[in-house]
């Protein structure tokens, strides 16, 4: 599936994010990495079955990935097939972590580097932060336990968003969860930021 963003952009968008992390120290600890290690579902919750250790792409993140990483197996989806936005139509790539939960932090996809965080539109079309609220088959203690994230990982995950929303399939895919949140929770959503 084509998308917009180039790979320069999605390099800076890396490095931005390499500089950033929800908590000064590693979250994963408080948890033992449960987002790595129990299921795939960040942001994709219909997505795969909970012994799946893995992550999906966003359209035309495969050009981050020579394909020749020892860390990763891959497999192809069809979009259609699955719980994505009705833009969506050919390839989607799923990686499965084979290390999981060590990985080269440096290369991790960029779901990875948003989690707990995910994007929403208002119904004005205005983009704000909000807790990751597909179902997991696990529990975050960032998002159950509220603990505050780091402001510069939030403000630099809502500049990148704010980029990647630019690119229609990323549109459609922000206001498909955007409307099931609104369905869900109505007025009882909670923004981070801003
Ligand atoms: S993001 Fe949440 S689930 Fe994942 S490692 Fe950090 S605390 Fe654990
Ligand atoms: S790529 Fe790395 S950070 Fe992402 S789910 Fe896999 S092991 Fe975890």
Redesign the pocket.
Known sequence: MKSSITKNTLKAIYRLLDRVSPLDQDCGQLCG?A??TCGSEINFPDSKGEDD???YLLPGEEKMFSRKEEWLGWEKNHAEDYEFPDSWHGTVYF?H?K?????PREN??LQ?RFFPLAPHLDEDDVLHMVYQDSELPYECPLISQEIPLNEDFIRATYTVWKHLIQDPLLYDLVVMDSDFRIEDLGDEIEYLYP
Do not use: K
Not at 99 to 103: G, H
């Open positions: 990495a987002c790595c250790f893995g992550i990686l972590c290390t999981a939960p060590c990985c991790r996809p990875c």
